[in-house]
C-alpha cells in the first residue's frame, strides 16, 4: 500500500521550496553573483552550509530555479492548450495564463534574463529546450488563426507578447500610485491579445 511523505519529507520538501522563493527574490535584487549561500541560509533561517542538504552549490539552486520555472510555464501550457474551445479562446487563456505568470514571477523572470548564462551547460540547454517548446504551442493556436503565416513570423509575434507581458511588471512597481494587479492584467490581456491578432 503506497504512503505519503513522512513529516520530515515534507518538512523538507517546505524548506527546499521557501530557498527557492528567497532565492529567486535575492538574485532578481543583487544578481547571481551578488548572492552568497550564508545570504540564502539567512534568508530562510539557516546557516549557510545547511543549504547543501539541499543543493550541491549556489549554481545548482539557480538551475533549480529557472528549471522549475521553464518546467511550469510548458506543462502549464500544454493544460491550457489541452482543453476544449476555439483557436481564440486557447490564445485568450494562454494569455491570461501567462499574464499571471508575469505578476506572480517577475522576481525569476528578471533573474532569468540577468543570469541564465551562470546556468550550468546541462541545465541552460533543458532550459532552452522547455521554453522552445512552450513557444511551439503558442506558434501551434497562432497558426489557427493567422492560416498560411511562416512559423517563424509566427514565433517573432509570440515572443513579442512574451517582452510586452514580461517586461512590465518591472516597470510598474516604480510607478506611485502602483496600479492594481487586476488592473495591470486587463491592460496587459487586451494588448497582448489585440497584437497576436492583429
Avoid: C
Avoid at 23 to 41: P, Q, T, Y
Avoid at 143 to 152: F, T
Avoid at 176 to 181: F, G, I, S, W
Amino acid at each position: 500500500m503506497a504512503t505519503g511523505p513522512t513529516v520530515r519529507e515534507r518538512a523538507k520538501a517546505s524548506r527546499q521550496a521557501a530557498l527557492l522563493r528567497e532565492a529567486a527574490r535575492l538574485f532578481a535584487a543583487h544578481g547571481f553573483n551578488g548572492v552568497s549561500l550564508e545570504d540564502l541560509g539567512t534568508a530562510v533561517g539557516v546557516s549557510g552550509p545547511a543549504i547543501y542538504r539541499h543543493f550541491a552549490n549556489k549554481q545548482a539552486v539557480l538551475g533549480a530555479v529557472l528549471l522549475g520555472v521553464s518546467r511550469s510555464l510548458r506543462d502549464g501550457g500544454l493544460a491550457v492548450v489541452g482543453e476544449d474551445g476555439s483557436p481564440e479562446d486557447v490564445l485568450d487563456r494562454l494569455i491570461a495564463f501567462h499574464v499571471d505568470f508575469a505578476l506572480e514571477g517577475a522576481d525569476v523572470i528578471r533573474v532569468h534574463d540577468r543570469d541564465l548564462q551562470n546556468l550550468g551547460d546541462d541545465d541552460r540547454h533543458t532550459v532552452r529546450r522547455l521554453q522552445r517548446e512552450y513557444v511551439e504551442l503558442w506558434v501551434a493556436v497562432l497558426a489557427q488563426l493567422h492560416p498560411g503565416v511562416p512559423d517563424n513570423e509566427l514565433r517573432v509575434r509570440a515572443h513579442a507578447a512574451f517582452g510586452l507581458i514580461n517586461s512590465t511588471p518591472h516597470s510598474v512597481r516604480g510607478l506611485r500610485p502602483m496600479p492594481k494587479d487586476a488592473d495591470v492584467r486587463g491592460i496587459l490581456a487586451s494588448m497582448a491579445r489585440a497584437s497576436l491578432r492583429a
